[in-house]
Every structure is written in C-alpha cells, then in structure tokens.
C-alpha cells in the first residue's frame, strides 16, 4: 500500500518534485563549488600544481552551473 501511495504521489506531482530536485542540487553544486575553492587556496600553500588545476576547475564548472541556473530560472528554481 506504501509503494501505491508514494506512486500516486509522484506521479501527481512530478513537477513539484522536478522543483524541489533542482533546488537541492543547485544548493548541493553551491557548496561544493565553494568546497574547491577552498582546496585550489589550500592548493596554491602547499605547491600543488595538479592539486590547484582540478580544484579550479571544479569550482569554475559548479560555480558556473549554480550561476546559470540562478540566473535563468531564478531562486528558487521555477520551472515553466
């Protein structure tokens, strides 16, 4: 009966759990963008070359999503 109303549930609202997705995974990018951030600076004390190139390039690409989504769909997300 449990998996018949989660079902039913979902299915009826599927836009709003589409909603509430985007909004978590935009909130969960956001602060791993942040958390590379700190390692390319943690990077850059300890000399580490690879170290400050992946962590860079994390944060440029999750900072860049977070950013885009902010500014297309606004915060929170709202989907059309």
Same mark, same amino acid.
């Given at each position: 009966?449990?998996?018949?109303?989660f079902?039913?549930?979902?299915?009826?609202?599927?836009?709003?759990?589409?909603y !509430?997705?985007?909004?978590?995974?935009?909130?969960?990018?956001?602060? %791993?963008?942040? !958390?590379?951030?700190?390692?390319?600076?943690?990077?850059i004390?300890?000399?580490?070359?690879?170290?400050?190139?992946?962590?860079?390039?994390?944060?440029? !690409? %999750?900072?860049?999503?977070?950013?885009?989504?902010?500014?297309?769909?606004?915060?929170?997300?709202?989907?059309?």
């Open positions: 009966i449990g998996g018949i109303l079902a039913t549930f979902f299915f009826i609202n599927v836009e709003r759990s589409a !509430i997705m985007s909004w978590i995974l935009m909130i969960i990018f956001g602060i %791993l963008a942040i !958390i590379c951030v700190v390692g390319t600076f943690q990077g004390k300890q000399k580490n070359i690879l170290s400050i190139g992946f962590h860079f390039a994390g944060a440029a !690409i %999750l900072g860049w999503f977070v950013i885009m989504t902010v500014l297309n769909s606004g915060y929170p997300p709202v989907h059309h």
